[in-house]
């Protein structure tokens, strides 16, 4: 009978407590979230009783990101509306190089994407103010009734703020036609010749102006066009998108759902899977996730720092002992990652590749603290020689007690099963994807033939010299392999025909890689080739090896695989030069368009999701359920690991009593009231672009490890 009355208790007390979430918790976050679209609102071109509106007219230098001198513009921006434009351009392929036009304030350049903006904030205020639902408003709160309710009103929500800020970050495509045709064209005076067509549009927290100068191919026959494009940053558009993001984060932290990030490797390094962890961050905070990121120390970049959308990244103090990777000692590194994974609730730790101690250690740890683990594996190991051996069965040890294991290609998929023993079913196939805003084609034609691998190259450079008077190369990237180009070179006086570029900076990659014509990639091993992607979507041909994973990242159409030996590179890159010739190849923004279609950051962000809303569904791992996967791994490595596990469990029962978890600060959330108790810096980002990093060695050819950790907010 006392039996009964216990379970009866029970269920009273969560009964009321889930009554209490229902009309209490709810309605508490909803009204921050009512504050923060309010606040929103402001910046934008609506009319609310009794709001302060911020919209304010402002003057804006618009600066050239091509040639200085081609185009000059001085705007005036009110709300959504350009009411004044002095627009100079200096174009030296027209027939008339200068010409000069303005957009007046009697007819005003109409700005569509703020006015969407404004509309989907409007239709959000309205399911806040005005329900569909029970709504009490003598207390001015909810009634609801069911955990459904509370969703389907949040998911309808979500979905206008994630309108409201995707009309912002994408302008919407127009054919020349249409630009040609469109009322803004209308009001220039005095008018553009017809060749010329010219755009105003919002790009993240830019206004850009972009110039179109049509011309015909005498070659071909066929029409093409250069673009000038001048941009400028305008800080209430950066505020404004901080608070879509912010009113999307409240949205998700009821729905019980953020996301954490931590890395071995990150800024200000900069290659591969940096870019990787920080592209996708961004897009998991556009999704409504809270993201942070843990990595080692850079130098004087210690503590805390914040990044774009409020992107928070640990730097702990870890030796580093070699190429970005810090030395392993598992039980030093506990008590500072379980005060972070604590103080900032982490639900999923999530690594990133075989080669970074630092994520594995913070899996390990998550582990110990009952938190689940996803690993992504960007690179290919063999089976034979003693170092691939050692690092196979570490990995196996490592992935036995992990969640789910993400690959970046089907080929990764493979290797990582054979040699890490890891069910198939329990890995996702996810590439990378590019920035296809960044990497665009260039009209203006190269003889140049950019490379980023220098495997096989040495061989090349000489025979194609010779055999072709009009070909050069141009290298980019550094490393212990360039003493070997630069010997070729000297030995065969080609310094005319070859430019080492050393070290590129990430932001200057585009910039060398439409130099060129054809890209061609010698490497030896990939799981996913990036620098092949990128080369694609600035419009160059690709020749590369047939290896690993790159068989799978590009049509046949768009890339002539080769052997991976000089003879082979040779045959491939005469191909690609004779299809040119014959005009068999797909034009430059044909092919961008392609990988714009096939790689898209949103999309493996929600690729990604998904498999972070499998692993929370997936059982809590105790100590006894890991001590005896460990087992299964072998006697001499398991029973290490028994022990590792073992020590580190009591050290975890130890700092619980000297540092008990409600004695840690939890970490403040980015809510409205200290969003606007500090001034907007004008000069932040809100763009997916890695951070310019002028003082380290610059483009990455060789990628880095990484750690992703994801975190769900619990209830208080």
Not at 59 to 83: E, M
Not at 138 to 156: G, L, P, R, Y
Not at 188 to 215: G, T
Not at 362 to 375: D, E, G, I
Request: net charge negative; charged share 20%; glycine share 4%.
């Amino acid at each position: 009978m006392a039996i009964d009355l216990d379970a009866d208790d029970e269920l009273t007390a969560l009964h009321l407590e889930f009554e209490w979430l229902l009309t209490q918790e709810v309605n508490t976050i909803l009204t921050q979230l009512h504050s923060i679209i309010l606040e929103c609102c402001r910046r934008f071109p609506v009319h609310i009783p009794g709001l302060e509106s911020l919209v304010k007219t402002e003057k804006f230098q618009l600066n050239s990101t091509t040639h200085l001198d081609q185009i000059k513009i001085c705007a005036t921006l009110s709300a959504d509306n350009i009411c004044y434009a002095d627009i100079n351009l200096r174009l030296h392929k027209h027939s008339n190089p200068n010409q000069r036009t303005i957009v007046q304030n009697d007819c005003q350049w109409k700005l569509h994407q703020i006015q969407d903006a404004s509309n989907h904030l409007m239709s959000a205020l309205y399911l806040l103010s005005s329900p569909p639902l029970r709504f009490d408003r003598k207390e001015s709160k909810f009634d609801f009734k069911s955990a459904q309710e509370v969703i389907e009103m949040i998911n309808n929500i979500m979905s206008c703020l994630q309108r409201g800020r995707n009309s912002l970050i994408v302008p919407k495509k127009r054919t020349i036609e249409e630009l040609q045709s469109s009322r803004n064209m209308h009001s220039l005076q005095p008018p553009l010749p017809n060749d010329l067509a010219v755009s105003f549009y919002i790009q993240s927290h830019k206004l850009v102006c972009a110039v179109y100068h049509m011309l015909k191919d005498h070659s071909s026959g066929q029409l093409k066009f250069d673009i000038f494009q001048a941009e400028t940053s305008v800080p209430w558009l950066s505020e404004a998108l901080v608070l879509f993001t912010v009113g999307l984060q409240f949205c998700q932290q009821l729905k019980d759902k953020v996301s954490v990030m931590a890395s071995d490797f990150f800024y200000p390094n900069t290659g591969g899977v940096e870019s990787h962890i920080y592209q996708l961050s961004q897009c998991l905070i556009q999704l409504g996730h809270k993201v942070i990121i843990i990595s080692h120390a850079y130098d004087d970049r210690t503590g805390v720092r914040y990044m774009t959308n409020g992107l928070k990244v640990y730097y702990l103090p870890v030796w580093v002992v070699y190429n970005q990777c810090t030395l392993p000692t598992l039980f030093t590194t506990f008590p500072l990652v379980r005060y972070i994974l604590i103080r900032e609730r982490i639900d999923i730790v999530h690594g990133h590749s075989a080669f970074s101690a630092l994520a594995h250690e913070v899996m390990f740890h998550a582990k110990t603290l009952h938190l689940k683990t996803v690993f992504t594996d960007h690179s290919l190991f063999g089976f034979a020689d003693s170092s691939a051996i050692i690092t196979n069965k570490l990995l196996q040890i490592l992935l036995a007690i992990c969640n789910r294991v993400i690959c970046v290609s089907h080929t990764g998929k493979e290797n990582t099963a054979l040699r890490a023993g890891v069910d198939p079913n329990r890995i996702s196939v996810i590439p990378n994807a590019v920035d296809t805003d960044i990497f665009m084609p260039s009209t203006d034609k190269h003889t140049t033939h950019p490379n980023t691998r220098v495997d096989l190259l040495a061989g090349v450079i000489p025979i194609i010299c010779h055999k072709y008077s009009d070909i050069r190369f141009l290298i980019g990237g550094d490393g212990p392999k360039r003493i070997v180009i630069e010997e070729v070179v000297e030995r065969h006086q080609l310094q005319d025909r070859v430019t080492l570029l050393g070290a590129i900076k990430h932001d200057d990659v585009r910039d060398v890689l439409v130099q060129g014509d054809v890209f061609l990639n010698a490497s030896l091993t990939e799981a996913f080739c990036m620098a092949i992607v990128e080369a694609a979507a600035c419009g160059l041909q690709v020749v590369s090896t047939r290896v690993g994973g790159i068989p799978e990242v590009l049509p046949k159409e768009m890339i002539w695989l080769t052997e991976p030996s000089v003879r082979g590179l040779l045959d491939g890159l005469e191909r690609a030069l004779a299809d040119r010739s014959a005009g068999n190849v797909i034009s430059p923004f044909e092919a961008h368009k392609r990988v714009k279609s096939y790689y898209q950051w949103e999309d493996i962000a929600k690729r990604t999701q998904k498999v972070y809303d499998s692993v929370i569904k997936d059982p809590v791992d105790h100590l006894g359920h890991r001590l005896h996967k460990f087992w299964q791994c072998g006697p001499v490595f398991g029973a290490v690991f028994i022990v590792l596990a073992v020590v580190e469990h009591f050290l975890s029962v130890l700092f619980a009593r000297l540092v008990p978890i409600d004695s840690i600060d939890i970490a403040p959330e980015l809510t409205i009231k200290n969003f606007t108790s500090h001034s907007m810096d004008s000069s932040n980002n809100v763009c997916h672009s890695m951070p310019d990093n002028s003082s380290q060695n610059g483009h990455n050819l060789e990628g880095g490890d990484g750690l992703i950790v994801n975190k769900r907010l619990s209830k208080d």
